[in-house]
Protein backbone atom coordinates (compact mmCIF):
# COMPACT_ATOMS: atom_id res chain seq x y z
CA UNK A 1 0.00 0.00 0.00
CA UNK A 2 1.09 3.54 -0.84
CA UNK A 3 2.25 5.70 1.70
CA UNK A 4 0.94 9.40 1.08
CA UNK A 5 3.75 12.18 -0.17
CA UNK A 6 3.70 16.02 0.12
CA UNK A 7 3.30 15.13 -3.71
CA UNK A 8 0.59 12.65 -3.35
CA UNK A 9 -1.47 15.60 -1.41
CA UNK A 10 -1.07 18.41 -3.92
CA UNK A 11 -2.82 16.13 -5.85
CA UNK A 12 -5.53 14.86 -3.62
CA UNK A 13 -6.26 18.99 -3.14
CA UNK A 14 -6.53 20.14 -6.39
CA UNK A 15 -9.09 16.99 -7.13
CA UNK A 16 -11.08 17.58 -4.05
CA UNK A 17 -13.71 20.34 -4.87
CA UNK A 18 -16.60 21.49 -3.01
CA UNK A 19 -19.60 19.34 -3.46
CA UNK A 20 -22.27 20.54 -6.42
CA UNK A 21 -24.96 23.11 -5.59
CA UNK A 22 -22.27 25.73 -4.21
CA UNK A 23 -21.57 29.07 -5.88
CA UNK A 24 -23.63 29.38 -9.18
CA UNK A 25 -25.29 25.95 -9.59
CA UNK A 26 -28.66 25.52 -7.71
CA UNK A 27 -28.49 22.46 -5.63
CA UNK A 28 -31.45 20.60 -7.09
CA UNK A 29 -30.22 19.95 -10.58
CA UNK A 30 -27.15 17.93 -9.05
CA UNK A 31 -27.30 14.72 -9.61
CA UNK A 32 -25.63 12.14 -7.23
CA UNK A 33 -23.89 9.00 -8.98
CA UNK A 34 -22.49 5.99 -7.39
CA UNK A 35 -18.95 4.79 -8.24
CA UNK A 36 -18.46 1.84 -10.77
CA UNK A 37 -16.91 -1.10 -9.33
CA UNK A 38 -12.98 0.20 -9.75
CA UNK A 39 -13.56 3.33 -8.40
CA UNK A 40 -15.50 1.95 -5.18
CA UNK A 41 -12.07 -0.43 -5.04
CA UNK A 42 -10.25 2.54 -5.50
CA UNK A 43 -12.12 4.63 -2.69
CA UNK A 44 -11.79 1.92 -0.25
CA UNK A 45 -7.84 1.69 -0.97
CA UNK A 46 -7.47 5.60 0.01
CA UNK A 47 -9.65 5.35 2.60
CA UNK A 48 -7.43 2.59 4.67
CA UNK A 49 -4.74 4.37 3.75
CA UNK A 50 -5.90 7.99 5.13
CA UNK A 51 -7.07 5.90 8.72
CA UNK A 52 -3.72 4.22 8.54
CA UNK A 53 -1.83 7.65 8.37
CA UNK A 54 -2.89 10.10 10.96
CA UNK A 55 -0.90 13.23 8.60
CA UNK A 56 -3.18 11.92 6.00
CA UNK A 57 -6.12 12.16 8.64
CA UNK A 58 -5.63 15.71 10.07
CA UNK A 59 -4.96 16.57 6.29
CA UNK A 60 -8.47 15.66 4.94
CA UNK A 61 -9.87 16.45 8.37
CA UNK A 62 -8.44 19.92 7.94
CA UNK A 63 -10.00 20.23 4.04
CA UNK A 64 -13.13 18.92 5.02
CA UNK A 65 -13.90 21.46 7.80
CA UNK A 66 -12.28 24.25 5.67
CA UNK A 67 -15.04 23.14 3.05
CA UNK A 68 -18.11 22.81 5.34
CA UNK A 69 -17.25 26.42 6.73
CA UNK A 70 -17.20 27.71 3.16
CA UNK A 71 -20.64 26.08 2.75
CA UNK A 72 -21.78 27.96 5.59
CA UNK A 73 -20.84 31.32 4.32
CA UNK A 74 -22.30 30.60 0.80
CA UNK A 75 -25.66 29.59 2.68
CA UNK A 76 -25.54 32.85 4.64
CA UNK A 77 -24.82 35.06 1.51
CA UNK A 78 -27.76 33.57 -0.27
CA UNK A 79 -30.65 33.89 2.33
CA UNK A 80 -29.81 37.42 2.92
CA UNK A 81 -30.62 37.96 6.65
CA UNK A 82 -33.87 36.03 6.48
CA UNK A 83 -35.27 35.04 9.83
CA UNK A 84 -33.62 38.04 11.29
CA UNK A 85 -36.22 40.72 11.37
CA UNK A 86 -37.75 39.72 14.36
Excluded: H
Excluded at 10 to 39: F, M
Aim: charged letters at 20%.
Amino acid sequence: MPKFTASTFAQAQETIQPPIGLGNVPLKSATVTTPSGDEQEELLQIAAEILQDPVAMQYLCDRVYTLLQQDIQRQRERSGGYGRRW
